[in-house]
């Protein structure tokens, strides 16, 4: 049975707060807090923090840090991945996966998986992986924290959503991923751990590895990650652009620490009117609902750049995963909806440019087929090759066998079939009517959105951390 067949009726919201009235969602971008020695639940983030950065895998090599790697922006911190077969190897070098890894920050901050009414019928919303199948309810579900009342739930319960269930649905024990035989041994090897003590901290009881306990204990270790992924070590909001914010004397744009180009790009990113986008102003249409939670004018303090929405946006198939397997059909594997075939979740710009270093390759969309910011906008400003841009562009449809990567489709001015046809919404991308110095100018603004980077924590030290030591 899919999952929509109970999200229909048990999770169906009653409100008309779909992906077109993002305010709505404005309040699911507060709360995120440091992670510091002082706070209330620092051990359980900090026990979240260990198991993120622990190679808890078979063989011992690979960790959630592995693929959601800090330094390039919490997705696959491997630049030879990125450039060629996109899909993470396992832990076991023989496997590998099918899709680029989601970035991970952020990603406490969106809403549970619900089928909402939109002004066209109704609409998938929010969850985490690409297809939303992380829907926030399974550790909820498990009653990790006792019932809603118990001391436990009233101290952890936010972080009962749709981040903990990414975490709780097996990169531990997936075969293409962490590859341990099961969650017996992902629990063994936790209470082996140095960092073991902060588990009892956290919870009020040690780790139970028994069998009619290790679900409870490994949904446990589910909400320790999403915990940690709720802190500011993850959701920072500190890169140039809420730093300029903050600063400026208006505290709106054109803000005092951009330069001329990044202020642009803002203005063509959200359709402003003004003395650098003069009228008759250009409207990039990012900042319209796909790329938006806040308000439409980018000054919404905590903004995450997505409605957290899905959209088939007519992405070319990446031939270079491995195995060149069949396009994701997206959250159509949560509906079964003929209208959501190929339409992946809309992901967060935050640190979308963000890379270990200034030579470092990024992959971007759901398969990885963009390896450039540039190419990205440029595709968004001319991927429909029948309108108005794209022949101003001289952009044609790629011959069979031209365009299989995003190098060779900029080389022969031209962009392949997408994967999916039919529901691509040409309306809001496609024909943006951009010019080369505007799509540069929208890379720019994009680029201000890097946080720094957060380190894998010290080996742990039980007096250390009794005196207040930060890991």
């Not at 706070?39 to 693929?67: H, M, N, T, V, W």
């Not at 590998?96 to 609409?123: C, E, M, Q, R």
């Not at 992924?229 to 903050?246: H, P, T, W």
């Amino acid at each position: 049975m899919k999952i929509c067949n109970w999200l229909s009726t048990k999770h169906r919201l009653s409100v008309t707060a779909a992906i077109f009235s993002l305010p709505f969602f404005l309040s699911m971008s507060g709360g995120a807090m440091a992670l510091e020695p002082t706070e209330e639940d620092y051990a359980l983030k900090l026990l979240g923090k260990y198991l993120f950065f622990d190679k808890i895998s078979l063989p011992k090599r690979q960790s959630c840090s592995s693929c959601h790697t800090p330094a390039a922006g919490w997705t696959n911190g491997t630049a030879g991945t990125n450039k060629k077969q996109v899909a993470v190897t396992g832990a076991d070098p023989h496997t590998v996966g099918t899709l680029k890894p989601p970035t991970s920050a952020y990603a406490t901050l969106i809403p549970n998986f619900a089928i909402v009414p939109g002004p066209f019928g109704d609409l998938p919303f929010a969850g985490n992986f690409w297809n939303g199948r992380a829907t926030g309810e399974a550790v909820r579900d498990l009653k990790v924290l006792g019932e809603p009342g118990d001391p436990l739930h009233v101290k952890y319960a936010e972080y009962l959503g749709a981040a903990t269930d990414q975490a709780h649905a097996s990169p531990f024990i997936n075969p293409v991923e962490q590859g341990l035989p099961d969650i017996m041994a992902v629990c063994e090897h936790v209470k082996s751990a140095k960092y073991a003590p902060l588990y009892a901290i956290a919870y009020e009881e040690p780790i139970n590895c028994g069998a009619g306990d290790v679900e409870i204990t490994f949904g446990r270790f589910a909400l320790a990650i999403g915990a940690f992924e709720f802190s500011g070590d993850v959701n920072q909001f500190a890169s140039k652009r809420d730093i300029a914010l903050a600063n400026d004397v208006d505290g709106n744009f054109p803000l005092d620490g951009f330069t001329d180009q990044e202020n642009f790009g803002h203005d063509l990113f959200y359709g402003i009117t003004s003395d650098l986008n003069p009228a008759p102003s250009k409207n990039a249409g990012c900042g319209a609902f796909c790329h938006r939670n806040g308000n439409n004018q980018g000054t919404t303090p905590q903004e995450r750049y997505t409605g957290d929405g899905y959209f088939n946006i007519g992405t070319p198939r990446n031939v270079a995963i491995p195995g060149n397997p069949e396009p994701n059909e997206g959250v159509f594997f949560m509906t079964e909806n003929p209208a959501d075939l190929g339409a992946h979740k809309t992901p967060t710009l935050r640190n979308v440019d963000k890379r270990p270093g200034k030579g470092f390759v990024k992959a971007f969309m759901h398969n990885g087929y963009f390896k450039t910011l540039k190419g990205v906008v440029h595709f968004y400003n001319t991927s429909n090759v029948n309108g108005p841009t794209a022949a101003a562009f001289g952009v044609t449809r790629c011959d069979p066998g031209v365009g299989l990567t995003e190098e060779d489709a900029l080389a022969n001015n031209c962009w392949p079939e997408p994967e999916f046809t039919g529901n691509i919404p040409f309306f809001i991308l496609g024909s943006r009517n951009l010019t080369d110095e505007e799509e540069d100018a929208i890379v720019a603004y994009m680029k201000t959105f890097t946080d720094p980077t957060t380190k894998a924590p010290k080996p742990f030290n039980l007096k250390k951390f009794q005196n207040g030591i930060p890991f």
